[in-house]
């Protein structure tokens, strides 16, 4: 995929991983549009990369829809969905007074939303002459994390559907992409214990990603979720052990 003078959307631009992406793909010539819940984060970081900021919650139907439409009316057309926004919640189901808020929400924000945004996205992305879709999804797709109940289910819900979607929206020219990065230093992981991971930069993640994006790499492993997903296949017990090691702060 040309990755140049593209109308992009980066949900949960404002920071992290879609604020590095955001970065990268404007400094390359494309548009940018961002959204996110909090107005303030999103405008400061429209500020800095000269993307354009629009306010709301992927989980939204309304918000999903305001979305598409200012990007409709303003060009007509969307090259690129970067489906990245999403939650990481380490608790313990059995005792959190909010696990069930909890449970609603990260599956509403990590596998329901990257798909209802999708889906309402296809009438723009048939506007573009080289439509794709990214998710954002993670090496933890392949292996169940212990500490977090339902965070690596979403993961591997999105990574099943994105091999569904690849198959079933090729013949309408659209390009699905998946990239499943390993941990990260974002805010997201400040939970972890940092000797627990070696972190990757979120830049080092998106020159990764943006040149399998080139390449038209569909699938793209980064990092050490190469080897999650190769332990996940030879030795998943001992894989399993080895989260279930993972302490959080
Ligand atoms: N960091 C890692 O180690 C890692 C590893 C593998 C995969 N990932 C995935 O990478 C993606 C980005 O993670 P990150 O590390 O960059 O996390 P982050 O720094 O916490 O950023 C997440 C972004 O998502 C936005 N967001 C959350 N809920 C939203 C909602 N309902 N509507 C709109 N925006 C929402 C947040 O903004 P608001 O709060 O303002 O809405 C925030 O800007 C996630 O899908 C994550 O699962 C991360």
Known sequence: MDLKSKI?????GGSGIGLELTRQLATLGNTVIICGRDACKLAEAARVT???AIAGDVTSADDQDRILSGIQEQHGRLDLLINNAGIFLPYDFATDPDALHKIESEIAINATAPLTLTR????????????????IGSGGAFVALPGTPVYSGTKALIHHCAQTLRHQLKPHGITVFEALPPVVDTD???????????????????????????RDRTEMLVG??????LLSRIAPAFLFQQFAKTEFH
Do not use: H, W, Y
């Open 8 to 12: 992009i959307l980066v949900t949960g």
């Open 50 to 52: 000269g993307a354009q």
């Open 120 to 135: 309402r996205a296809l009438p723009l992305l048939n506007m573009s002459v080289q439509p794709g879709v990214l998710f």
């Open 188 to 214: 997201m992981t400040s939970v972890l214990k940092s000797d627990n991971f070696k972190k990757m930069k979120p830049a080092d993640l998106v020159r990764n990603i943006l040149e399998g994006l080139r």
């Open 224 to 229: 050490q979720s190469r080897q999650i997903k």
